[in-house]
């Protein structure tokens, strides 16, 4: 669970730092855009910008009744932000599986992907995918529907 929070409050307290130059000579500012951005990049990299996730078994699940494809992810990949944005508003459609919170979509990924924990792999239909283009992702979730 605080693995996922590393990056955040990394990017928070580095901000937080480099903001206190400016403030100690008066430059409020700077110092603000300083913070600014930190916290920006500590939002951007923190589980809060993805869909709740569940476990593997339960994405599996309700990926075999709804049709919808199960995402596997963690914080902090660039990847994953990058199919996550590019989803926009369809990402909540899909069942998003946080591999470091769960050990099980771990081993999944890691069978998918000759050992490795290679994220984004998106599963549509019992095949894994690693690291898909987003545009094909969103054409197998109106595929689903």
Do not use: K
Request: hydrophobic share 45%.
């Amino acid at each position: 669970m605080t693995r996922v929070w590393i990056l955040p409050v990394l990017f928070t307290v580095c901000g937080s730092a480099l903001a206190t130059g400016p403030v100690l000579q008066g430059d409020t500012g700077t110092a603000t855009a300083v913070l600014l951005v930190f916290l920006v990049l500590a939002g951007v990299n923190s589980p809060l910008v993805f869909p709740r996730s569940i476990g593997a078994a339960e994405a599996r699940r309700r990926s075999a009744v709804d049709g919808r494809p199960v995402v596997f992810w963690r914080p902090g990949c660039t990847y994953c932000m990058r199919l996550r944005i590019r989803l926009g508003r369809d990402a909540r459609r899909l069942h998003w599986v946080n591999i470091w919170r769960d050990p099980e979509g771990a081993a999944a990924v890691r069978a998918a992907n000759d050992g490795d924990e290679t994220v984004p792999t998106v599963v549509v239909a019992g095949r894994p995918h690693t690291n898909p283009d987003p545009a094909w992702v969103r054409a197998q979730l109106s595929a689903s529907a």
